[in-house]
T-cell receptor, first 107, second 113 residues
Framework: AQRVTQPEKLLSVFKGAPVELKCNYS??????LFWYVQYSRQRLQLLLR??SRESIKGFTADLNKGETSFHLKKPFAQEEDSAMYYC?????????FGAGTRLTVKP | DGGITQSPKYLFRKEGQNVTLSCEQN?????MYWYRQDPGQGLRLIYY???????QKGDIAEGYSVSREKKESFPLTVTSAQKNPTAFYLC????????????FGSGTQLSVL
């Protein structure tokens, strides 16, 4: 069964500090991993996907198959990064989400 | 204006009543999904459909039903069998095999009177 675990419900950092949002997954095949973000009063939207290996808004995420992790990182957090972040996984037919981490970046 | 539209924004259900949440998209997406969002539990998949007249159960399908008579529409019915229906419901759509294009609606908040 596919499962996504985000161990931190809340994460608070100061502006300019590094931030890492953890995501672990379980899946028997080769999954695709994603990070979705929901800013205040906005719709849930895609932030990045592991296949693209890109940096979006300064965020990066590396798929570690050995540790089955897909942690989201940013070296210098900004106040506008405050949002709800969801890690998600698909094996091809559907998309499963983690419980989410609410990130607060304090000035 | 292309996108995915959910209605109503707020919905109230009486005990023993079935209610239907609407989801419409004009993005020409083949796949559509329903998620339930509860505080601290993230998004849980209720049902999904990849093609007209076909749909599959997600992780928490009990107490819910769906139909996919048209490509553009994927309504969700919360039946009286769902004992804890109060939640925020999100509909999403995507092209088949391209989950980067998973677009979400603005959601429906369902509450029990």
């Amino acid at each position: 069964a596919q499962r996504v675990t985000q161990p931190e419900k809340l994460l608070s950092v100061f502006k300019g500090a590094p931030v890492e949002l953890k995501c672990n997954y379980s899946y028997s095949g080769s999954p695709e991993l994603f990070w979705y973000v929901q800013y205040s009063r906005q719709r849930l939207q895609l932030l990045l996907r592991h296949i693209s290996r890109e940096s979006i808004k300064g965020f990066t995420a590396d798929l570690n198959k050995g540790e089955t992790s897909f942690h989201l990182k940013k070296p210098f957090a900004q106040e506008e990064d405050s949002a709800m972040y969801y890690c998600a996984l698909t094996g091809g037919n559907d998309m499963r989400f983690g419980a989410g981490t609410r990130l607060t970046v304090k000035p | 204006d292309g996108g995915i539209t959910q209605s109503p924004k707020y919905l109230f259900r009486k005990e023993g009543q079935n209610v239907t949440l609407s989801c419409e998209q004009n993005l020409n997406h083949d796949a559509m999904y329903w998620y339930r969002q509860d505080p601290g539990q993230g998004l849980r998949l209720i049902y999904y459909s990849q093609i007209v007249n076909d749909f599959q159960k997600g992780d928490i399908a009990e107490g819910y039903s769906v139909s996919r008579e048209k490509k553009e529409s994927f309504p969700l019915t919360v039946t009286s069998a769902q004992k804890n229906p109060t939640a925020f419901y999100l509909c999403a759509s995507s092209t088949i095999g391209d989950h980067e294009k998973l677009f979400f609606g603005s959601g429906t908040q369902l509450s029990v009177l």
